[in-house]
Nanobody, 126 residues
């Protein structure tokens, strides 16, 4: 049983920052690629960022590149998403996901992930 629990969401004004955390239990985090997705009201779920199991490969959607940073602390079994210079269009439910053991790269498609968190709401006001 693998559980992912997100935290750190909230409401912030445009230009502000938030740091999302994803705590993982039930397995060793270091052997799984991890990703962050988001889903805005009325829109399809989209990949935001991902990081390989080794931490050597990262992915960022063009819309967040230069503003968001993904990182992982395997000793704490936690993945982070630092979000700076937030924009109203970043408003969405942010969902943490874990892929398959020893999978290479940083997956970006939802079907490449096995486990999903509950999501945490991020609201950016103008």
């Amino acid at each position: 049983q693998v559980q992912l629990v997100e935290s750190g969401g909230g409401s912030v004004q445009a230009g502000g920052s938030l740091r999302l955390s994803c705590a993982v239990s039930g397995r060793t985090l270091s052997s799984y690629p991890m990703g962050w997705f988001r889903q805005a009201p009325g829109k399809e779920r989209e990949p935001v960022s991902a990081i390989s199991w080794s931490g050597g490969i990262t992915y960022y959607a063009d819309s967040v590149k230069g503003r968001f940073t993904i990182s992982r602390d395997n000793a704490k079994n936690t993945v982070y998403l630092q979000m700076n210079s937030l924009k109203p269009e970043d408003t969405a439910v942010y969902i943490c996901a874990a892929g398959s053991p020893r999978e290479l790269g940083a997956p970006t498609r939802h079907y490449e992930y096995r486990y999903w968190g509950q999501g945490t709401q991020v609201t950016v006001s103008s």
